[in-house]
T-cell receptor, first 112, second 112 residues
Framework: NAGVTQTPKFRVLKTGQSMTLLCAQDMNHEYMYWYRQDPGMGLRLIHYSVGEGTTAKGEVPDGYNVSRLKKQNFLLGLESAAPSQTSVYFC???????????FGPGTRLTVT | AQSVTQLDSHVSVSEGTPVLLRCNYSSSYSPSLFWYVQHPNKGLQLLLKYTSAATLVKGINGFEAEFKKSETSFHLTKPSAHMSDAAEYFCVHGGSQGNLIFGKGTKLSVKP
């Protein structure tokens, strides 16, 4: 099992460009999450999904969109990147129970 | 609302001495609590989890944590620090939407 994988690992964008981050899991998990990590802030929830075809907003959703067309994939989109979106993005997944989440290796995004 | 507070942003110990990383939580119900570790430029790894089965929880790499309801605390300890323990540690609360609520993290330094 690969677990949770994220593509790409690194990316540099210019302000106003768009991109999509891909998260894939091979554990047949129902729930998937996107977090961002900024220094001194811990991880903050951007969006999450409780099943295929469903998404919901987390703590910091502005400027991001998500889609969960397939159970194993969760996409995070930035329509018009801003320097404030420079961060490390983590995807996670879990079963219905227990709460334990499995994390991907992260994507380091820089917006100039 | 659920929250966690990590009382120290940085802890420094000498190799072979005990480690104590402090965490207080706030919750209106019986919480699910976790400690995750993040080594430099790596993803997050689950150290241990509390889900009400036992108040003293043992994790990987010799770490353990004690759930104290009267003190609303879930401190992480290890009897003897190793150089490889140097990392950032996150105390985490299971949220009502199945998400995770992260503390801001404690950086552990281990001196030889």
């Amino acid at each position: 099992n690969a677990g949770v994988t994220q593509t790409p690992k690194f990316r540099v964008l210019k302000t106003g460009q768009s991109m999509t981050l891909l998260c894939a899991q091979d554990m047949n998990h129902e729930y998937m999450y996107w977090y961002r990590q900024d220094p001194g802030m811990g991880l903050r929830l951007i969006h999450y999904s409780v099943g295929e075809g469903t998404t919901a907003k987390g703590e910091v959703p502005d400027g991001y969109n998500v889609s969960r067309l397939k159970k194993q994939n969760f996409l995070l989109g930035l329509e018009s990147a801003a320097p404030s979106q420079t961060s490390v993005y983590f995807c996670a997944s879990r079963r219905r129970s227990p709460y334990e989440q499995y994390f991907g290796p992260g994507t380091r995004l820089t917006v100039t | 609302a659920q929250s966690v507070t990590q009382l120290d942003s940085h802890v420094s110990v000498s190799e072979g001495t005990p480690v104590l990383l402090r965490c207080n939580y706030s919750s209106s119900y019986s919480p699910s609590l976790f400690w995750y570790v993040q080594h430099p430029n790596k993803g997050l790894q689950l150290l241990l989890k509390y889900t009400s089965a036992a108040t003293l929880v043992k994790g990987i790499n010799g770490f353990e944590a004690e759930f104290k309801k009267s003190e609303t605390s879930f401190h992480l300890t290890k009897p003897s620090a190793h150089m490889s323990d140097a990392a950032e540690y996150f105390c985490v609360h299971g949220g009502s939407q199945g998400n995770l609520i992260f503390g801001k993290g404690t950086k552990l330094s281990v001196k030889p």
